[in-house]
């Protein structure tokens, strides 16, 4: 099952308008990808704000009412946290080989830089079921 989840801060009242909105299997997990990269503005705020981010689960269902409710919550670009609307399925490289040049680039990209130590669990985020 699907969960859409909410990122956000004690303060925020409105998932329509505040935080991050986002869908997925494993929202904690997702925490923890989303604080070292990807979406600058979310990752940013996860690192500032670290104890104060709650996770909170808005519904678990089928994929695609996830996505459909996501695209409700985000239905433009740059609203909170999210840089893009909800609803889309992120691009995955799951049965896709990389070329050798592709891998590569991502280890040149890589070469020298260290995995950020954030471990959600670590810095008293709280979970919450809205």
Wanted: aromatic letters at 10%; a positive charge.
């Amino acid at each position: 099952m699907h969960s859409v989840y909410w990122i956000h801060l004690p303060e925020h009242t409105d998932m329509f308008t505040q935080g991050y909105i986002g869908v997925s299997v494993r929202p904690m997990d997702r925490l923890y990808e989303h604080a070292n990269g990807g979406n600058a503005h979310l990752s940013n705020a996860i690192n500032k704000y670290g104890s104060k981010i709650i996770l909170s689960t808005v519904l678990i269902g089928l994929k695609e009412y996830c996505y459909e409710i996501e695209e409700k919550l985000r239905p433009t670009d740059h609203i909170g946290w999210n840089i893009t609307k909800g609803g889309g399925y992120p691009p995955s490289w799951k049965g896709r080989e990389k070329t050798a040049e592709h891998r590569a680039n991502i280890s040149k990209a890589k070469t020298g830089k260290k995995r950020p130590n954030f471990v959600p669990w670590n810095k008293g985020l709280r979970y919450a079921k809205v």
